[in-house]
C-alpha cells in the first residue's frame, strides 16, 4: 500500500503560482510513476502531468504545457506540481496517484492505470 497525501493548493489570482506538493508514505521502495490529475465541479476528472520514477520522462496535458512542470524528489518521497501563469479554468481538485512499474515508465495519460490516490487539494484561480 502507499498513501499519498496532497498540499500546497489555495485561492491565487490569475496569472499567480502555486507550487502543489505530494507526500508518499508506505511502500516506496516500489518504483512508482506518479502522476497529477484535477477534477472541477461538474467535471470528470481528467489528467495534468505524470512523471516516471527515474523522472528521466514525463508528460502533460496540451492545456497545461509551457506552465506546469512536474518534478520529484525520491529522497523525500514527494512530488511537486509548479503551476505558473494559472487561468480561472485551471480551478479545481488537484489529486496526485501512484502507478506502478519500470524505472523509465510513464503511464498513458488517463487514470486506469494508477493504483493508489491522494484525497486532493483545492485550487482557486479568481479572475
Known amino acids: 500500500q502507499v498513501q499519498l497525501v496532497e498540499s500546497g493548493g489555495g485561492l491565487v489570482q490569475a496569472g499567480g503560482s502555486l507550487r502543489l506538493s505530494c507526500a508518499a508514505s508506505?511502500?516506496?521502495?516500489?518504483?512508482?510513476?506518479m502522476g497529477w490529475f484535477r477534477q472541477a465541479p461538474g467535471k470528470e476528472r481528467e489528467f495534468v502531468a505524470t512523471i516516471s520514477w527515474n523522472a528521466h520522462n514525463s508528460n502533460y496535458a496540451d492545456s497545461v504545457k509551457g506552465r506546469f512542470t512536474i518534478s520529484r524528489d525520491n529522497a523525500k518521497n514527494t512530488v511537486y506540481l509548479q503551476m505558473n501563469s494559472l487561468k480561472p479554468e485551471d480551478t479545481a481538485v488537484y489529486f496526485c496517484?501512484?502507478?506502478?512499474?519500470?524505472?523509465?515508465?510513464?503511464?498513458?495519460?488517463?487514470?486506469?492505470?494508477?493504483?493508489?490516490w491522494g484525497q486532493g487539494t483545492q485550487v482557486t484561480v479568481s479572475s
Open positions: 508506505g511502500r516506496t521502495y516500489s518504483s512508482y510513476a
Open positions: 496517484a501512484a502507478a506502478r512499474g519500470n524505472s523509465w515508465w510513464t503511464p498513458p495519460p488517463g487514470p486506469y492505470e494508477y493504483e493508489f
